[in-house]
């Protein structure tokens, strides 16, 4: 069965910094773009960022641009995320998900989450 | 930056239907997607491009778009169907995702 599986998440004080790491397996990752979406708590989903098939195209939201850096390693099957100038706002549950190859397609395949919580 | 509108509930009784809009300027030139999450669970894609069901998810849903308003209809409705549902296009001037606000879906 595919599958994604989120790590790295964890208390964090604000102005911190943290990678997330997102590892897929049984589909062939390096063919398909790749996203990370956050859900704070009680509230929807808020994309963060978007990184191409091969890595070299990446986008950010607003609120992630400068502060956080979305890479991927194909060999091993694994997305990163990297956020620094961590704020209270920042705390939520981030996904990553498996974009479609279609330009606008869906996010067909998503993992359960790592819980960031930034905090004194 | 574009903007989906969802309401932010919508309720419903067993075995009615359940219609949960969501709304966007030019909607219908857009590719749309529909997600479910229920609680403690990630998100499920419900829906593809408006009325394309991926495999596995019933036919008691569907989706339409008329004008500015994308609707996503689940037919007799299950106490199982009770979930956050999500709409989401893309903006394609700067091909980043937007999500709509959420509607929670109460199955009375």
């Known amino acids: 069965e595919v599958h994604l599986l989120e790590s790295g998440g964890t208390l964090v004080q604000p102005g911190g910094s943290l990678r997330l790491s997102c590892a897929a397996s049984?589909?062939?990752?390096?063919?398909?773009?790749m996203a990370w979406v956050r859900q704070a708590p009680g509230k929807g989903l808020e994309w963060v960022s978007t990184?191409?098939?091969?890595?070299?195209?990446?986008f950010y939201s607003d609120s992630a641009n400068g502060r956080f850096t979305v890479s991927r390693d194909n060999s091993k099957s694994t997305l990163f995320l990297h956020l620094s100038g961590l704020r209270a706002d920042d705390t939520a549950l981030y996904y990553c998900?498996?974009?479609?190859?279609?330009?606008?397609?869906?996010?067909?395949?998503w993992g359960q989450g790592t819980m960031v919580t930034v905090s004194s | 930056s574009y903007v989906l509108t969802q309401p932010p509930s919508v309720s419903v009784a067993p075995g009615k239907t359940a219609r949960i809009t969501c709304g966007g300027t030019?909607?219908?030139?857009?590719?749309l997607h529909w997600y479910q999450q229920k609680p403690g669970q990630a998100p499920v894609v419900v829906m593809y491009?408006?009325?394309d069901r991926p495999s596995g998810i019933p036919e008691r849903f569907s989706g339409s778009t008329s004008g500015n308003t994308a609707t996503l209809t689940i037919s007799r409705v299950e106490a199982g169907d009770e979930a956050d549902f999500y709409c989401q296009v893309w903006d394609d001037t700067n091909d980043h995702p937007v999500f709509g606000g959420g509607t929670k879906l109460t199955v009375l």
């Open positions: 049984r589909f062939p990752f390096n063919n398909f773009p």
């Open positions: 990184i191409s098939a091969s890595g070299t195209t990446t």
């Open positions: 998900a498996k974009k479609g190859l279609p330009r606008y397609d869906a996010f067909d395949l």
């Open positions: 491009y408006d009325n």
């Open positions: 030019n909607i219908g030139d857009k590719s």
